[in-house]
């Protein structure tokens, strides 16, 4: 069994930064794809940041300049550095893990959330 642990989440004002981590155990492959998901009350869950095996990263709009995905595979963990948070990053971010099987086909596995709240 997988299972992912975030951390970081809090309070924070406009213009102001948090740093997330996902710390992973389990079953982890060697090819897999790490990223960050939010959702705020009333929207859809959305991707936020994802990093692939070979470290190439994604980013929505909306986010681009302000957020940094990163991963520390010797601990097992992926953090998200958010700077210059904005009211519109309020939400709660889930971390993801999706594991490539041998047929390509992907499982995946999702932490609790963590929330993030930005605010004056």
């Known amino acids: 069994q997988v299972q992912l642990v975030e951390s970081g989440g809090g309070l924070v004002q406009p213009g102001g930064s948090l740093r997330l981590s996902c710390a992973a155990s389990?079953?982890?492959?060697?090819?897999?794809?790490m990223g960050w998901y939010r959702q705020a009350p009333g929207r859809q869950r959305e991707l936020v940041a994802s990093?692939?095996?070979?470290?190439?990263?994604t980013y929505t709009d909306s986010v681009k300049g302000r957020f940094t995905i990163s991963r520390d595979n010797a601990k097992k963990t992926v953090y998200l550095q958010m700077s210059s948070l904005k009211p519109e990053d309020t939400a709660v971010y889930y971390c993801?893990?999706?594991?490539?099987?041998?047929?390509?086909?992907?499982?995946?596995?999702w932490g609790k959330g963590t929330q993030v709240t930005v605010s004056s």
């Open positions: 993801n893990l999706r594991n490539i099987r041998f047929n390509g086909a992907g499982d995946d596995y």
């Open positions: 389990g079953g982890i492959f060697s090819i897999n794809t």
């Open positions: 990093s692939t095996f070979a470290n190439t990263t």
